[in-house]
């Protein structure tokens, strides 16, 4: 029995910063102590505020170190853990009070946070099957298959309103039942891991942290419809997902969690991963079981539904990692209780990934219903330096642009396409007034004319001629004609795209026409990028009035395009500088050089 | 796995070690002073019986067992201080791991003060 736990977050973030060494630090200097029959050291998934990584959390202690380097470790072994003194420097300063030390749980961060996806993230070590049936894993399958008919369990999915989280919002339920009333030889369960949304990173979080929560719901998802086989298509670019998918699809084996007469009922059900080279459109359901064919990755038109053709033409059930990680607490607490949760139409919670110009990066789950305000002011701790809030973007190349008069619609699926976002797999990247809206749609088309697999002409085509007319606002040479077109064509693109990708392709840019029109209107008619992003609008001027000529910009200039004048300012020592525009590259290093912010964009 | 009792063993044996990475307010504090007074004095081998013994009682979601610092009595090493929410605190002096069951059995479990071990006691 240990005394003490050390969680090391070995999610993506924390792993990219070096935790895993972290790790092995601690195991080291706690075998030099004597220490390691007493102390265990537990590699977890994502907890979530990733901005502040790498995370530690030391229980029973319940000490959350943030941002801690591999030097620190022997001080942390030596104090903590040796001499039960908590190295208050190296905590996370928010959970430190005067003379108390605050529960992560009352954080701001997490307060306003209720985890059911996230449950056993960042608590259990996601390698060990033990530490997952210890929080009660796997007894959702197995009240489903000892006490449950199919019927019930799909009713209660129907009954929970549990919607598809990848994005669309489709009932889970409904889904279930139209695959489970079509007669086959065999059925399979597929997992939509596939995450692509530029700024969307629940999903790997739910692989790395809880995997085994996945592969329980696609036995439950088996049961209900009737297959015995499933699929998790899984980017290859997530190797620790892709590890410990693997890792755990053992375990379950071993413990005849998976394979079969599982919990001797006779019920047969085994997962078997596919790795995704990483084209967007494989998210798309057709196009990712075309994958998993071994076929290039192309959508197929729709009708027949996948719960009728899917898979190798059989019916096949299709849902996304988020979604699963639901159902296993929807069988064991009720539909009831699910829905609870939420809004009127959208039960539950929903995990987003706050990025972008928010102090709090991370991933949060709230109940469907939350206002963005509260995401944004209160949870993602407001936007950095000061800045205002100018909109979020959700639902990433798919979604929209919502602006900060939206910022107290409660969030559920139908508002957001209300105001013209969409919920999207739930990437929520939020921008200040230093981000230029034309460039954000640009963006976010470049992204999808890039990821088009090309098979039909209005996304393949359409989506280009849309970006070339984005290029020409961005430099100057759009007109007001062309912002009609622009919207027009969006229109026929949405209308006329064989898949999801798209159909929902023009959002960004039907989204900021909608409500940042006149940033358009100032690219177009005054040549000017009101944020001072568009690099061919804009001009760098220095105040000769304000230079105190110390030459700082000159110095930073990479391209010699500063020098010194002959006019010195009124109570000015030396002569003021000024900017060659012709020379001029537009890096921005002398606005960022200049002390005396003499130095403006034009 | 061939039934829900099995899968309820696995799960009864792996609980105990992850109710210790919860955290739970309402659960009763053990605290043993592991500063270097304490830790001279044998402290590491009191807070490893008090672990052992609160697993061996399936308490772990009830009590939770932590170091402490200093507290400035540190010729009554070691050192152990019991919070029950809503009781007193009672301080424990000079406790060997051989007294550590008792402890646990008439106070955390039964709410009768071992008084000889208490630092009324000794003074």
Redesign the interface.
């Known amino acids: 029995m240990y005394r003490s736990n050390v969680l090391v977050c070995g999610g993506t973030g924390c792993t990219s910063s070096h935790s895993l060494l972290i790790a092995e630090k601690l195991k080291e200097e706690l075998a030099a102590r004597g220490l390691e029959k007493e102390v265990n050291v537990i590699t977890t998934g994502c907890f979530g505020l990733c901005a502040l990584g790498p995370i530690m959390v030391v229980y029973p202690e319940g000490s959350f170190y943030s941002m801690v380097k591999v030097e620190d470790v022997p001080e942390i072994v030596e104090e903590h853990l040796l001499k039960g003194r908590i190295v208050t420097r190296l905590l996370y300063q928010e959970t430190v009070e005067e003379d108390t030390i605050k529960s992560l749980n009352h954080t701001t961060f997490y307060e306003k946070q209720h985890r059911v996806a996230l449950r056993n993230c960042g608590v259990i070590d996601p390698e060990k099957i033990d530490d997952y049936i210890a929080n009660d894993g796997y007894a959702a399958l197995g009240k489903v298959l000892t006490e449950m008919s199919r019927e019930e369990v799909i009713q209660t999915m129907l009954d929970s309103g549990l919607r598809g989280r990848g994005g669309a919002g489709f009932p889970t339920g409904l889904k279930w039942k139209f695959a489970a009333a079509n007669d086959a030889d065999q059925k399979y369960v597929c997992c939509n891991a596939d995450e692509g949304d530029p700024g969307a990173f629940m999903d790997r979080s739910v692989l790395e942290g809880d995997p085994h929560v996945v592969l329980e719901a696609m036995a439950i998802a088996g049961y209900a419809i009737g297959a015995s086989k499933g699929y998790i298509y899984v980017r290859a670019e997530y190797p620790i997902a892709v590890k410990r998918l693997q890792i755990a699809i053992d375990q379950a084996h071993e413990y005849g969690l998976l394979g079969e007469d599982i919990f001797g009922t006779g019920f047969n059900f085994d997962i078997a991963l596919r790795l995704g080279a990483g084209a967007f459109v494989c998210g798309e359901e057709t196009a990712l079981m075309t994958s998993i064919e071994g076929k290039r990755g192309e959508p197929r038109p729709r009708p027949p539904f996948p719960a009728v053709k899917g898979l190798y033409q059989k019916p096949t059930t299709l849902n996304n990692v988020e979604t699963y990680a639901n159902i296993p607490q929807i069988i064991l607490k009720g539909a009831d209780w699910f829905a609870s949760m939420g809004t009127e139409k959208s039960k539950g919670t929903k995990v987003f990934a706050l990025g972008g110009k928010i102090n709090n990066t991370g991933l949060v789950e709230v109940p469907m219903g939350t206002t963005l305000r509260t995401i944004v002011e209160e949870i993602g701790g407001g936007i950095p330096n000061g800045k205002k809030f100018k909109a979020a973007q959700t639902g990433g190349p798919s979604g929209g642009c919502i602006p900060a008069e939206h910022l107290d619609v409660p969030i559920d699926y139908d508002n957001l396409i209300a105001i013209g976002s969409m919920m999207g797999s739930g990437g929520l990247i939020v921008m200040d007034e230093d981000n230029c809206m034309v460039d954000i749609a640009k963006f976010f088309l470049e992204f999808t004319v890039d990821e088009s697999c090309g098979k039909c002409t209005p996304c393949r085509i359409g989506t280009k001629r849309l970006l070339e007319m984005l290029d020409k606002i961005t430099t100057g040479q759009g007109t007001l004609e062309m912002l009609d077109e622009m919207e027009e064509l969006c229109n026929y693109i949405k209308a006329n795209s064989l898949c999801g990708l798209g159909q929902t392709a023009p959002n960004p840019v039907l989204s900021t026409l909608r409500y940042f029109k006149d940033e358009y209107i100032a690219h177009v008619v005054d040549h000017k990028c009101p944020a001072g992003v568009c690099k061919d609008l804009l001009k760098y001027v220095i105040d000769k009035n304000v230079c105190f000529g110390c030459g700082l910009c000159a110095k930073r200039c990479p391209v010699n395009a500063i020098t010194v004048t002959d006019y010195t300012a009124p109570g000015k020592k030396k002569p003021a500088y000024e900017i060659d525009s012709e020379k001029c590259i537009k890096c921005g290093a002398c606005f960022e050089a200049c002390k005396f912010k003499a130095i403006y964009k034009g | 796995?061939?039934?829900?009792a099995e899968?309820q063993a696995?799960?009864d044996?792996?609980?105990?070690?992850?109710d210790?990475?919860?955290?739970n307010?309402n659960a009763a504090r053990v605290l043993?002073?592991?500063?270097?007074c304490g830790?001279a004095a044998g402290a590491?081998p009191v807070?490893?019986a008090?672990?052992?013994e609160i697993?061996k009682r399936s308490l772990t979601d009830s009590v939770?067992?932590?170091?402490?610092?200093c507290i400035g009595i540190c010729q009554y090493e070691p050192v152990v201080e019991i919070e029950i929410p809503g009781q007193e605190k009672v301080t424990y002096v000079k406790v060997a791991p051989e007294m550590v069951p008792r402890i646990v059995n008439d106070h955390i479990v039964h709410h009768n003060v071992v008084t000889e071990y208490t630092i009324g006691a000794l003074k």
């Open positions: 796995m061939k039934s829900l899968l696995i799960r044996r792996a609980k105990a070690q992850l210790l990475r919860k955290e307010p043993v002073g592991m500063a270097t830790i590491r807070l490893n008090f672990t052992e697993a939770t067992v932590t170091q402490t610092g």
